[in-house]
């Protein structure tokens, strides 16, 4: 759920604006997305807060201070001042580097108060103020995914993101982050006499990391429960061949792996393979024999195992005393003449985690005297104190008033204009379904001002509207004598998506950001319910189709991690790749619920889904 239109700092508008020549991030093509702006845009804005700090390859600056941070841990010293203060005066003489030594200086005295993992998290903080650049709202949570295209390596954002989380900071170490910034792959040979020597050039391999030391090999990181393999001989090729040794005369004679770790190294192939069972972060040895007449060399092996990052969330009760109680979790099956219908909804891993409410919601109804079916999704926002109350009557109420209305012929337009015009593609039809969505939705945000005035539950306390914003997405689909007819009535972010076949499928909502990344609109300002043509023809879409497999209208819990942009929104094969999955947990609630717990690194909101399917249609 994105952040309110009203919590933007104009401040910031106007410093972005001389700095670019354009309003906030209006050039990305991608809303969810926006906030990978161009590097050289930050750059900019970095000079103008932080003068000198433009000109910082902050690629090459991350792994030094991180190299830094984990030699000094690794000295049983901490360093306590990791901070962009400080950046100007880590500056090397060329201005594009961080001075190693420069860092060290800044640190705090042994007699001041510091810690490993404080500068974990103070890395994990000044390392996010930089990727995101200034453009980004304070305390925005950070999200890996957001950032994947930056160059910065996947798992180091992961790391990044779970710098936030206490529960999980605390088992994060330098030395874990730095080998996630580590440039590819390579394997180094131990020197010929017991003089340090110079590093002699590396041999690159795919899947194995850099050289951390004489006769030191590292291995690549692996994570629990992830199947982890290195080709058959790499490690043994890379060493004979920075020996000048031939490799097909040379083997590993021991390979010492941690008992019951789940991998195994198989001698003759030289490859080792398996599914890891357990974190890990140590060294292990291995004997390198050049040849039968030589005797065996030992070298040392750096592995981490990563715990699996499913390990890493809690799911914590919500307070039992709280106002507005709502289930964890919701579903249901429901069947109408001409439809099947499968809906589910379940609190996110991030709420779980900190014992907070589910704020997602959803309804289903259906008229009988004129066979429209009614669906209505909700998603509270994540900083409104009474979220989880505004999406529920954004749906109960939306879904009552509509199924009333085209249930009394008196107020029923839709169908009146059709027997009007006898044609559904009429524009008079479409105007009249826009119509009552419209009220429908007019009528929540007054229900919602009246909770907020008279609460009903009186524990809440004095109210704001604010404290109920919640998007809505409303759909009313039939089935006619040529096909069916849809209309969708949507503000915010989620969306809504028809199959005409398997393979064949479009969106019928346009998710509505603010104009700055991160940003949405909610149902509670009234702005969002003007009752003028541009904003009602924002909201609304009709449409009519001769065939139908399916109708999904979903929270951004489920479009986020599954379309990454407006585009793929937009596109059929996106739509083709999520119903491919979701028809095969279409025959019951329980087993759509259980999808939705499905694990994509930085979604971890909420998920709401409901899937409609009409009854001649076999999943």
């Known amino acids: 759920m994105g952040i309110p239109l009203r919590g933007f700092s104009v401040g910031f508008l106007l410093l972005f604006r001389r700095a670019t020549g354009v309003w906030g991030l209006q050039a990305a093509s991608c809303f969810r997305h926006r906030l990978r702006k161009s590097v050289q845009l930050c750059e900019i804005l970095m000079g103008i807060l932080f003068p000198g700090s433009e000109n910082i390859d902050w690629h090459e600056g991350l792994r030094t201070l991180a190299e830094v941070l984990a030699e000094m841990h690794g000295e049983q010293m901490c360093h306590g001042r990791i901070d962009l203060a400080y950046v100007r005066e880590w500056i090397a003489g060329d201005g594009r580097t961080l001075d190693r030594e420069k860092i060290r200086e800044s640190a705090l005295t042994s007699g001041e108060t510091a810690s490993f993992h404080a500068d974990v998290v103070q890395f994990g903080k000044l390392a996010i103020n930089i990727i995101q650049g200034p453009s980004a709202e304070q305390d925005t949570p950070f999200c890996a995914t957001f950032y994947s295209g930056k160059g910065y390596p996947a798992a180091f954002l992961n790391l990044l993101e779970s710098t936030q989380k206490a529960e999980s900071a605390t088992e994060i170490t330098m030395s874990a982050i730095l080998k996630t910034l580590l440039p590819s792959e390579t394997v180094q040979s131990p020197p010929a006499s017991g003089k340090e020597e110079l590093p002699k050039k590396a041999e690159t391999l795919s899947g194995l990391p850099r050289a951390v030391g004489s006769g030191v090999v590292s291995l690549p990181n692996g994570t629990v429960g992830r199947p982890y393999?290195?080709?058959?001989?790499?490690?043994?090729?890379?060493?004979?061949?920075?020996?000048?040794?031939?490799?097909?005369?040379?083997?590993?004679?021991?390979?010492?792996?941690?008992?019951?770790?789940?991998?195994?190294?198989?001698?003759?192939?030289?490859?080792?393979?398996?599914?890891?069972?357990?974190?890990?972060?140590?060294?292990?040895?291995?004997?390198?024999?050049?040849?039968?007449?030589?005797?065996?060399?030992?070298?040392?092996?750096?592995?981490?195992?990563?715990?699996?990052?499913?390990?890493?969330?809690?799911?914590?009760?919500?307070?039992?005393?709280?106002?507005?109680?709502?289930?964890?979790?919701?579903?249901?099956?429901?069947?109408?003449?001409?439809?099947?219908?499968?809906?589910?909804?379940?609190?996110?891993?991030?709420?779980?985690?900190?014992?907070?409410?589910?704020?997602?919601?959803?309804?289903?109804?259906?008229s009988d005297q004129a066979g429209w079916l009614i669906v209505a999704v909700a998603d509270g926002a994540g900083s409104a104190k009474y979220a989880r109350r505004g999406s529920q009557l954004a749906c109960e109420t939306t879904s009552n008033r509509l199924r009333l209305a085209l249930d009394n012929p008196e107020f029923n337009v839709v169908d009146a204009a059709y027997e009007q015009y006898r044609d559904w593609n009429h524009p008079e039809v479409a105007k009249a379904l826009r119509r009552l969505l419209h009220e429908a939705a007019l009528k929540a945000y007054y229900r919602l001002v009246e909770e907020a005035t008279r609460p009903a539950e009186e524990s809440a306390g004095p109210l704001e509207l604010r404290n109920f914003d919640t998007t809505l997405i409303l759909a009313a689909l039939k089935k006619v004598s040529d096909g069916w007819v849809l209309g969708t009535f949507s503000i915010g972010d989620g969306g809504a998506g028809i199959l005409m076949s398997d393979d064949e499928g479009m969106a019928i909502t346009q998710p509505e950001g603010g104009e700055h990344a991160g940003q949405t609109t909610f149902l509670t300002m009234p702005s969002s319910l003007r009752d003028d043509e541009e904003t009602l023809e924002r909201h609304f879409r009709f449409l009519t189709t001769p065939g139908l497999r399916a109708l999904m209208v979903m929270t951004d819990g489920v479009s986020d991690p599954k379309f990454p942009c407006d585009e793929a929104f937009q596109g059929g094969q996106y739509w083709s790749a999520l119903w491919s999955e979701v028809k095969e947990v279409t025959h019951s609630p329980e087993a759509l619920l259980e999808w939705l717990n499905f694990f994509s690194p930085g979604n971890h909101d909420d998920r709401t889904l409901v899937v409609v399917v009409p009854e001649d249609s076999s999943c």
């Open 229 to 366: 393999s290195i080709p058959c001989r790499q490690i043994v090729e890379a060493i004979a061949k920075i020996r000048g040794e031939d490799p097909g005369l040379a083997r590993i004679s021991h390979f010492q792996l941690p008992e019951g770790c789940g991998l195994t190294f198989d001698y003759q192939s030289g490859a080792i393979h398996g599914t890891p069972l357990a974190t890990f972060d140590g060294t292990l040895e291995l004997d390198y024999v050049p040849h039968e007449h030589h005797p065996s060399i030992r070298y040392s092996a750096r592995l981490f195992i990563n715990p699996d990052p499913l390990s890493l969330w809690k799911d914590l009760p919500t307070p039992a005393d709280a106002p507005y109680q709502k289930p964890s979790t919701a579903q249901e099956a429901l069947e109408f003449p001409g439809f099947r219908v499968v809906a589910a909804s379940r609190r996110g891993r991030a709420h779980a985690n900190r014992g907070e409410f589910r704020d997602d919601d959803y309804a289903i109804a259906y």
